[in-house]
C-alpha cells in the first residue's frame, strides 16, 4: 500500500484504486482504465473525497487491505464499499462478508453522486 494512507473507517464508504502504473510477466507499463476513470471523476468532483475514504494500493496480489475486508474472490479495483449505515442508491453486485460493494465504474459514479451530489456517467 502506499504511504500516508488514510485510516480505513468504515463509517464512511470506501473507494479502492490502484496507484499509477506497473510491469507484469506480459510487459508494461500497465495502467488501470477503470481506476482512472474514476481518479476522473473524483477530479470532476472532489467533494466526493470529503465524503468517502479512498484508498490507493499498488497492483500486485494479493492485495490485503482488500482482502481483509472482503476475500480472495474480490480484491478487484476500483471497489466501493458502502458503509453500514450508507442507503444503496443503485444495486449492489455483491455483498461479501455483511458488506455492499460496487466495481464497476458507472455504477460507482452513479451511486456516489446519488449519495453525494455532483456529477454522474450519462
Known amino acids: 500500500m ?3 494512507q488514510p485510516m480505513i473507517d468504515m463509517s464512511k464508504d470506501v473507494l479502492f484504486l490502484l496507484t499509477g ?3 507484469d510477466a506480459e510487459g508494461g507499463p500497465w495502467l488501470c482504465a ?3 476513470t474514476m481518479e476522473g471523476a473524483l477530479a470532476v468532483n472532489p ?3 470529503d465524503r468517502i475514504t479512498v484508498v490507493r494500493i499498488d497492483h500486485p496480489r494479493p492485495r490485503t487491505e482488500i482482502v481483509a475486508l472482503l ?4 480484491q478487484n479495483a476500483p471497489t466501493l464499499i458502502l458503509a453500514e449505515d450508507s442507503h444503496a442508491h443503485e444495486e449492489p453486485e455483491a455483498v461479501v462478508n455483511e458488506r455492499r460493494i460496487y466495481t464497476d465504474p458507472a455504477t460507482i ?3 456516489l453522486a446519488a449519495a453525494y451530489g455532483g456529477a454522474r456517467p450519462k
Do not use: L
Open 2 to 4: 502506499m504511504t500516508d
Open 21 to 23: 502504473q506497473w510491469d
Open 34 to 36: 477503470d481506476c482512472c
Open 47 to 49: 467533494h466526493w473525497a
Open 71 to 74: 476475500d480472495d474472490d474480490h
Open 109 to 111: 459514479c452513479r451511486q
